[in-house]
Every structure is written in structure tokens, then in C-alpha cells.
């Protein structure tokens, strides 16, 4: 298919539909890909520039920095400890400003409706072969959320070994508590190592909740915005109500929105952060 810039006229929704796969649009860069990269260097952009000199009397954008880090590490406190904390922290922080980002990035008008192709109506789910959108939300894509939920499992494994041991990991998944002891005892190891044999495929499809929990309510959301957008046309308005309505009709969901883009930021770092106090709490500490 050979991929033609396209201009956005007012016959086109200014939010379109978010095909279920990522398009390619610069060789093997999708355009989720390509958002992520946006989002990243903006993050990077914006805390350098905050952070480039130090006051004591903090800015507003150093004071912006400091407070996601101290909400961040404070909420990690409150599950992990200090010590633990400290050491997830920085991957910790990092999926988080980058999911918020990423899902607020996501609600900017052109995001998902600029883009490359044919146009011949308005933009609709099964329009994703005659057009390309240049911008496609980084955290509805299932590929984006699984890879970083594949790299917080890697540093969960090397942080839960280094701090009970490979003896504690293996004995928090496979070992029998209560320390009975006899054939009472014995039953127990048995029916523990069973238990263990699921928790280990819990283990297994863990990146896999956390990945399908963010793409679906940032998909839903998504399609919710442009459906929305397109009810006038759907229910038939005249053309100039119609055009209102593509205006007017998402502006209340947008509110909803960032308040789930929030939210589902929290919930995915405050799961990691479980998932690291679950492997990592010894016996004998208090809770």
C-alpha cells in the first residue's frame, strides 16, 4: 500500500478509533513506538530542565519533579519498607511517569486521527487498511504494556533472590509452613508443593494480568472517546449539529479519562510493588 499524507478536513473526526494492532510507519517503528519515543523524550526534556538547578526554594517544575518522586517512594514505603523500596524504586517510578504520561499523551487532540492513507469517511475500526494514524496511544498497545511488565518480572527474580536468597525463594514458593513435623508434616510438604506448582504459573501470568488491565481500559477508553465523537453522524444529526457534537459530546469524558489515565498508573505500580513485598517478606517480620 503506498501511504499518502493526508490533511484532516472538518468531515473527519478529530478522534478516531484505535485499530486493536500497532501500524508501521517509519520501517519496523510503529506508531506506538514512535509515541513512546515522544513520551520519553518529553519526560526527559521536562525533569532535566527542572532539575538542572537545584534550589532550596524548589520552582514550580522542581517542585512537580519532587513531589512524584516523594508520592512515589512514600506509597513504596508503605508496602515494601525502606530498605526493599530503594531498590525498586527508580524502575518503579520510571513505569510510573511513563504510564501517566503515555495515557495522558494519549488524550491530545491528532493523537490516533493524524496520520497517512485514503481517506473516504470518517475513521472507523475496520478503516486501519486505507489508513494509518501517525500517533497511536503507547499504552494501548498490548505489545508496549507486556514489554514493560516483562522487564519489572526480570528485576522482581533478581531483587526477590538477593533479598531472601535463592533457598528462601524457592522454600516462600515450594516450602511447607506451620513447621509440623511426622507424617502430618509430610502431608503438608506434599500438598505446599503442590500449591507452589500454582503459584508459579500465577507467577507465570502476572505480566500478562498487568499488561491486559492497562490495554483495556486504555483501549476502552479510547474507543469511548471517538464514539462519542462520531454519535452525531451515528444518529444522523444535520451536518453542523453533527460537528458540534464532535466537539462538544467528548469533553466530559476527557475529565473521566484523566482520572483513569491516573489511576491506572497507580494501580499497575502499586501491583509491582505487591508482587516484590509478597516475594521478598521474611517469616518472622512483623506486618
Known sequence: MTLEPSILT???ALLAAVPLNPEGIFGFVTNSIFVAAIVTGLILWFTSMATKRMEMVPGKKQNL???VVEFVLRELE???????????FPLLATIFVFILVSNWFGLVPGVGSLGFGEKTGPITLDATEHYVPLLRPATADLNMNLG??????????????????????????FGAKGGMTGLLGLLM????????????VSIVFRPVSLSLRLYGNIFAGETLLHTMAELG????WPDAIAFLGRIALPIPFYFMELL??????IVFTLLCAVYVQLSTAHDDEEH
Open 78 to 88: 508503605g508496602i515494601l519498607g525502606h530498605k526493599v523500596a530503594v531498590k525498586v
Open 10 to 12: 472538518p468531515g473527519y
Open 65 to 67: 519533579v519532587e513531589f
Open 189 to 200: 510438604a506434599v500438598i505446599f508443593f503442590l500449591v507452589g506448582i500454582i503459584e508459579v
Open 148 to 173: 514493560m511488565a516483562a522487564v519489572f518480572m526480570i528485576v522482581w527474580l533478581f531483587v526477590s533472590i538477593k533479598e531472601v536468597g535463592l533457598k528462601g525463594f524457592l522454600h516462600h514458593i
Open 233 to 236: 453522524e451515528t444518529m444522523g
Open 260 to 265: 483513569v489515565g491516573m489511576v491506572q498508573a
